[in-house]
T-cell receptor
Framework: KAGVTQTPRYLIKTRGQQVTLSCSPI?????VSWYQQTPGQGLQFLFE???????NKGNFPGRFSGRQFSNSRSEMNVSTLELGDSALYLC???????????????FGSGTQLSVL | GIQVEQSPPDLILQEGANSTLRCNFS?????LQWFHQNPWGQLINLFY???GTKQNGRLSATTVATERYSLLYISSSQTTDSGVYFC????????????FGAGTRLFVKA
């Protein structure tokens, strides 16, 4: 069974641009969540999607958005990039995210975003 | 929301030594997981353990939900155990958002 796939692996953008990151969950998993990892703030929850609906959202500005498609693949978008958005963006999938061991998270390798 | 604290922040071990990593959480949780992040950034799920004890090879974990802490035991450590260990918790307080601790950075010397 293939794992969680994130693309691209590395991305370099300049301030003011926007970026879209992609995440394909493990086959059969319906919940996808996104996290930002920085040296200063650690791992922070961005949002969670289930069956194409945003089920939960972290404390990030509106420039951060996401969506989930009918095949459970998810994208996140960051508009008007700032230097502080430079981070490793991680995606995780779980079977349904809310039922006992079905909440177990499996992570992709991440997208390393550098904003210059 | 839930606060998650891990200790120690850093740990250096000689190969073959045992260690205990701790995770304290501020409120009741229905989801507690341990992860290992290797030097290449990949996060590997070690345990899903909201309560009780589990073992997987040289690793074991115990969560005492009533006292709001979880322990990860690493026995006979190997150099490949190096990396950062995170615990992550989720509960009603904070609206079921997954909250990660700051991690324990482990270095195992050969």
């Amino acid at each position: 069974k293939a794992g969680v796939t994130q693309t691209p692996r590395y991305l370099i953008k300049t301030r003011g641009q926007q970026v879209t990151l992609s995440c394909s969950p493990i086959s059969g998993h319906r919940s996808v969540s996104w996290y930002q990892q920085t040296p200063g703030q650690g791992l922070q929850f961005l949002f969670e999607y289930f069956s194409e609906t945003q089920r939960n959202k972290g404390n990030f500005p509106g420039r951060f958005s996401g969506r989930q498609f009918s095949n459970s693949r998810s994208e996140m978008n960051v508009s008007t990039l700032e230097l502080g958005d430079s981070a490793l963006y991680l995606c995780a999938s779980s079977f349904d995210g809310r039922t006992g061991a079905n909440e177990k998270l499996f992570f992709g390798s991440g997208t390393q975003l550098s904003v210059l | 929301g839930i606060q998650v604290e891990q200790s120690p922040p850093d740990l250096i071990l000689q190969e073959g030594a045992n260690s205990t990593l701790r995770c304290n959480f501020s409120d009741s949780v229905n989801n507690l997981q341990w992860f290992h992040q290797n030097p290449w950034g990949q996060l590997i799920n070690l345990f899903y353990i909201p309560s009780g004890t589990k073992q997987n090879g040289r690793l074991s974990a115990t969560t005492v939900a009533t006292e709001r802490y979880s322990l990860l035991y690493i026995s006979s450590s190997q150099t490949t155990d190096s990396g950062v260990y995170f615990c992550a918790a989720r509960g009603h307080t904070g609206g079921f958002k997954t909250i990660f601790g700051a991690g324990t950075r482990l270095f195992v010397k050969a």
